[in-house]
């Protein structure tokens, strides 16, 4: 099956609305880095990918949130794979099921590569 790439105007769009969200970029960038070596499911990203988010500390009676790098979790891992499936810059393989293998399309590697000669990733 042939891959249809990117025209410029849309590898422009899709990289400024990866650019302005730092977990899909994280998550993104992540799957190209080791999904050629090896299929990614969720569990590999839950397991790798750090994100900044709101913790809660307990001091003595208080909770208090305070952000820190955390891996991320399942359910906002599964969130930001079904927003990078919609904008069709991976593609999810349900052929072994349970398990959901992800894969970077052309047209993601259009927008990391665009990314990068920016310096933006």
Do not use: C, H, W
Request: no cysteine; net charge positive; aromatic share 10%.
């Amino acid at each position: 099956m042939k891959e249809i790439e990117f025209t410029t105007e849309l590898i422009l769009l899709f990289s400024e609305k990866i650019k302005e969200d730092p977990v899909s970029k994280k998550i993104l960038s992540y799957i190209s880095e080791i999904g050629y070596k090896y299929p990614i499911r969720i569990k590999d990203l839950t397991e790798s990918v750090y994100i900044k988010r709101r913790v809660m500390k307990k001091s003595d009676s208080q909770k208090k949130f305070v952000e820190s790098y955390a891996l991320i979790d399942r359910k906002t891992a599964e969130k930001y794979v079904e927003i990078l499936s919609f904008m069709t810059l991976i593609e999810i393989n349900e052929s072994l099921l349970p398990n959901k293998l992800l894969v970077i399309t052309k047209r993601g590697k259009q927008v990391l590569q665009y990314l990068q000669e920016r310096g933006e990733l």
